[in-house]
């Protein structure tokens, strides 16, 4: 049976024309390329995908347990910094712009000025 | 006046316990560390228990599958771990798992953006209670801790770019006793049948009444819930 990477990069292959021997450019292809093809390749790349990898809940996954991993320590999960703004500064002045459409100010001030 | 939707809301950092005090817990991203620990010593519990709907899940295959989906999709992957932080060991003990699409359709609005809730998992108390390197007594045992995971996914969507929004899909094998659960955290439930947002889930995972979804509103309201252990 394939490797997950094998079959990754089989479809990269196919789909994309890239070396499948070269995993930096299946990297890349994935990751830059394909988000840029049309929504009905990526579906076709997917479907692929699942067909070959049993990639359904309804069928269960192969049980495979590690042994002996260790339980993990405080240094190998730092917490999530909080951000100083939801999603950000541009984020920020989208929302705060976009205020009037739930009535905020700029929309008070827009029925103010249209009496 | 909240600013919740303007400034980022911090993860939770403590649980409730049975025994009326608190646990300090911290949310992290998902590192392979976690997944294999998961992997070895919670999942085979689990595997033991076959009414969970996380009966036969492997972290190991599903971590990097869902970034290679979410990946080519452009939506954003990201997992998060939820773990005790063991202040006096130096040890960190993931009790929740959480995996999500950080940017896709809102399911009652297509043209909004949501997070997507892919992957939800606990560890049943019987784990917590037999780890060999942290003993942890039944009165210290975190509780609520799916409302955490989910309160995880509303925190990511809150401090990116879906304003709370988050959907998901309450696996059928957990019949209507699972979706009565989102309902209650105030998830609606979109119709069965009614269309989903384009994209490979309408091939995969038709609408069958088991999709769930935050509204802005009611995210915000589950997020104030848990204020005071954040």
């Known amino acids: 049976m394939p490797t997950q990477t094998q079959v990754f990069a089989e479809l990269a292959a196919t789909f994309g024309g890239v ?34 990898e049993g990639f359904s809940n309804d069928d269960g996954y192969a049980r495979a347990y590690p042994d002996k991993a260790p339980l993990p320590t405080l240094d190998q999960a730092p917490p999530v910094p909080l951000p100083l703004l939801a999603a950000g500064w541009r984020e920020f002045l989208r929302r705060l712009l976009r205020r009037h459409e739930a009535g905020g100010p700029a929309d008070r001030w827009k029925v103010k000025n249209e009496k | 006046m909240d600013f919740r939707r303007w400034t980022g809301v911090r993860f939770v950092s403590r649980a409730p316990t049975r025994s009326g005090g608190e646990i300090d817990l911290r949310v992290t991203k998902m590192a392979p560390a976690h997944v294999l620990w998961w992997q070895s010593h919670v999942q085979p519990i689990i595997d033991e228990d076959p009414t969970r709907v996380d009966n036969d899940w492997n972290w190991v295959l599903l971590a990097p599958l869902t970034r290679l989906f979410g990946l080519a999709t452009a939506k954003r992957p990201v997992g998060y771990t939820v773990g005790i932080a063991g202040h006096d060991t130096g040890h960190f003990i993931p009790c929740a798992l959480v995996l999500l699409l950080g940017r896709d359709r809102a ?52 401090n990116r770019v879906a304003r709370g929004r988050v959907s998901l899909h309450s696996d059928t094998k957990g019949g209507e006793r699972l979706l009565s659960w989102y309902e209650n955290r105030g998830m609606e439930v979109l119709p069965e049948g009614q269309k989903l947002p384009a994209g490979p889930r309408r091939l995969f995972k038709p609408s069958d009444g088991h999709y769930c979804y935050y509204t802005i509103d009611a995210a915000l309201t589950a997020s104030r819930e848990l204020d005071s252990l954040r």
């Not at chain 2, 297509?110 to 917590?128: E, G, N, Q």
């Open chain 1, 19 to 52: 070396d499948p021997s070269d995993l930096e450019a299946v990297q890349h292809w994935y990751d830059e390329t394909l988000p840029t093809l049309p929504a009905s390749t990526i579906e076709d790349v997917l479907n692929e995908l699942v067909k070959r």
């Open chain 2, 107 to 158: 399911l009652d609005n297509h043209r909004k953006r949501s997070a997507f809730t892919w992957y939800l998992t606990t560890a049943p108390d019987a784990v917590l209670l037999s780890i060999e390197d942290y003993q942890l007594k039944e009165d210290r045992l975190p509780k609520r801790l799916g409302t955490i995971a989910l309160d995880v996914s509303v925190t990511h969507s809150l």
